[in-house]
């Protein structure tokens, strides 16, 4: 038993290892001047808000000609304000240390995430979080500042407190969705369908507030600043966007969103009663499915709903399929229609199950 556990971790660090350093030559053709790049963005937000307003920040004349000088590409401000009320503290320090200690942030999200909800023990419950640590879009948000794990996190964090009987918590936790919606915007939806109003009323609550203060600190004109930025990038080479919105031909992406919407309420419908797991997983694939704007390393958030789903007793085959999206999930910037596919796949298999499999595999779970 011993040598079997040293050879598997010696297995699983060496695999990620190598998947790293590929990590790191692959980030190194995207030719950003800045390390973190992402991470400047709300940093460099911060600061022009707190001087300029608010609403500045989302002006393409105010915003993109410092970031592009020191980035090198013109990277604009998509995120609501909330965002960079949160990285006002770090605003006032150096970058070089703002930027180490928003890593440690990242890194403090992603073990939270797993400490809550990787499945297995011991050995298995390590490779989990090692492979998810070598994982393309997880390696390269941390790598970039991406501030999408700690939505993730957040989510996970929902789906404990709901699992521990608390939902007016998981609401609350919930609303931390306003730093990127776009990643996750479907969960509340899926709460919705499957049962949890007061987890849906803890995050109205919170959020309906925070969406007028946005408006208020922005005003209405932030919608054609967003606009006009998106319009002067779109010819900028970046991260690939990964949704059906961005890789198919218009017609086909809207047949493609119904059809996504219409089996994930399937799902939800089949399943009320059997968790939370099972609403958050849906909630969290159909979003990045459906978003109109979502970068590959946003698709960490999938790490969190593949680990809902192997946590529940599933069949041999459905665990087969959602370990298999490990490959299409780490190749997405390479074949992006690809991982499309894979996932409308993984989803479809979902609406396979059984419901009362799921309940029965729910209870099970909690006991």
């Known amino acids: 038993m011993r ?21 790191l030559q692959w980030s190194y053709t995207l030719h950003y001047k800045l390390p973190q790049p992402d ?19 989302y002006d393409p004349a105010v915003f993109l000609p410092p970031v592009t000088m020191a980035v090198g590409k013109p990277l604009p401000y998509l995120n609501p304000p909330e965002l960079a009320w949160l990285v006002m503290p770090l ?4 970058y070089t240390l703002a930027g180490w200690i928003w890593t440690c942030l990242l890194a403090a999200a992603l073990g939270l995430i797993w400490y809550l909800v990787a499945p297995g023990r011991g050995l298995l419950r390590l490779i989990h979080g ?5 994982l393309l879009p997880v390696f390269v948000g941390v790598l970039f500042g991406q501030v999408s794990l700690l939505v993730v ?12 009987g608390r939902p007016w918590l998981a609401g609350l936790a919930l609303s931390a969705l306003i730093l990127k919606p776009q990643i996750a915007f479907l969960v509340p939806v899926a709460f919705v369908l499957s049962g949890y109003g007061r987890v849906v009323l803890a995050w109205l609550a919170v959020s309906v507030p925070l969406a007028i203060i946005t408006l208020l600190a922005v005003g209405t004109a932030v919608f054609h600043h967003i606009s006009q930025s998106l319009q002067s990038v779109s010819a900028v080479p970046g991260p690939i966007q990964s949704s059906l919105l961005r890789q198919l031909p218009f017609p086909l992406a809207v047949i493609g969103i119904v059809l996504v919407l219409a089996v994930s309420a399937l799902i939800l419908w089949r399943g009320r009663g059997s968790g939370p797991s099972l609403p958050i997983a849906v909630g969290l694939i159909s ?36 370990l298999a999206m490990y490959v299409p999930l780490y190749g997405a910037p390479i074949w992006p229609v690809f991982t499309l596919f894979c996932l409308c796949g993984w989803l479809v298999s979902l609406a396979a199950l059984n419901p009362l499999t799921r309940a029965l595999a729910s209870q099970r779970a909690a006991a």
Do not use: C, M
């Open 287 to 322: 979003s990045t499915l459906v978003s109109p704007y979502v970068n590959f390393y946003d698709l960490s958030a999938l790490v969190l709903a593949g680990w809902l789903i192997l946590r529940l007793d599933r069949p041999r085959w459905q665990k087969a399929v959602t």
């Open 3 to 23: 040598l079997r556990r040293e050879h598997g971790i010696t297995a699983a660090l060496g695999v990620s290892a190598v998947l790293a350093f590929i990590d």
């Open 91 to 94: 605003s006032y320090l150096p």
């Open 153 to 164: 996190a957040a989510v996970a964090l929902s789906w404990w407190f709901l699992s521990t």
């Open 39 to 57: 991470f400047y963005v709300y940093y460099l937000a911060a600061q022009l808000g707190r001087v300029r307003g608010w609403a500045a920040i």
């Open 130 to 134: 090692v492979g998810a640590a070598a």
